[in-house]
């Protein structure tokens, strides 16, 4: 597993948008697909999107098509999600996590997750 930290939440109105950050630490992060993913309270975790490990291929959950991009730079050992025309729905702990490839069904989940990152989208 990569050791990896979620980071840039926060409060956004409606309509706003946030980029969440996850850095990772050592060499391997190059080797891995990446996927984030988000839990909003009383609800289970869901993938929303993944990249593969090279960054040439993307795949995004219907809720966020269209809203949200992932990208990743290998050489800061760095993955980003941007998030755009924000909705309520969208609040969340996000949390991302090294997954086989991309895509990769959904019914796989990472062994082990890191603290999060809270996106609260007010009305």
């Known amino acids: 597993q990569v050791p990896l930290v979620e980071s840039g939440g926060g409060l956004v109105p409606a309509g706003g948008s946030l980029r969440l950050s996850c850095t990772a630490s050592?060499?391997?992060?190059?080797?891995?697909?990446m996927g984030w993913y988000r839990q909003a309270p009383g609800k289970e975790r869901e993938r929303i999107g993944c990249?593969?490990?090279?960054?040439?291929?993307?795949r995004y959950a219907d809720s966020v098509k269209g809203r949200f991009t992932i990208s990743r730079d290998n050489a800061k050992n760095t993955l980003w999600l941007q998030m755009d025309g924000l909705e309520p729905a969208d609040t969340a702990m996000y949390y991302c996590?090294?997954?086989?490839?991309?895509?990769?069904?959904?019914?796989?989940?990472?062994?082990?997750w890191g603290q999060g990152t809270q996106v609260t989208v007010s009305s």
């Open positions: 996590a090294a997954q086989p490839a991309c895509p990769y069904p959904n019914e796989w989940e990472p062994p082990n």
């Open positions: 050592g060499s391997h992060f190059k080797d891995y697909a």
């Open positions: 990249i593969s490990f090279s960054g040439r291929t993307t």
